[in-house]
């Protein structure tokens, strides 16, 4: 088995959970009901990057909600699937029609459903306060909680791999 630098090098494409994963997972609901969400700006600011570099985020969510489409769009995130039940189903259909294999992806997510995302991509990243059993399934545990930078730590770990780093730093100082 190849070992996990070069297995993070090969990643083209990471799909993301939202709530648990973009979010702290808390659900906010304001007095007339609207959902409110809290997103971490260092995840954003990495997300950025990742995009900047070519590489692409697909956000695949089994919940709805006007907040993640806000932050996506600010963010410049065109591939969003929401009120999803079988995030591996929308997966594999983006995998052939971008005409990439699957070792070329990774994936963030916290709980059960996003398991079948784990079986299908060559590397899982679990955010630290994820479900136990999705943490014992992950190739990667990140140090980070949810909604505090844990998309941020991944897309660090695979812009490392990829020897990028010095021109993400060249990138954002100019």
């Not at 959970?17 to 260092?42: A, C, P, R």
């Not at 259909?93 to 992806?105: M, N, V």
């Not at 990140?142 to 010095?166: F, H, P, T, Y």
Request: glycine letters at 10%; a neutral charge.
């Amino acid at each position: 088995m190849e070992n996990l630098k070069a297995l993070l090098a090969k990643i083209k494409v990471l799909f993301l959970d939202v709530d648990g994963t973009l979010t702290d997972g808390k659900l906010y609901y304001s007095n007339s009901g609207e959902e409110i969400k809290s997103f971490h700006t260092q995840d954003g600011l990495g997300i950025v990057a990742w995009q900047k570099l070519g590489g692409i985020i697909v956000i695949i969510s089994g919940r709805k909600g006007e907040a993640t489409l806000h932050r996506c769009k600010e963010l410049g995130i065109s591939e969003i699937y929401l009120g999803v039940s079988n995030k591996a189903e929308v997966a594999k259909d983006f995998i052939a029609k971008l005409k990439i294999r699957s070792d070329e992806c990774a994936c963030i997510g916290d709980d059960l459903n996003d398991l079948s995302l784990f079986e299908l991509c060559a590397i899982s990243f679990a955010p630290a306060n994820a479900d136990a059993f999705v943490l014992d399934q992950a190739s990667i545990r990140l140090a980070k909680n949810g909604g505090e930078g844990c998309v941020r730590e991944a897309i660090n770990m695979i812009l490392d791999s990829k020897n990028l780093k010095g021109k993400i730093l060249e990138y954002f100082k100019k």
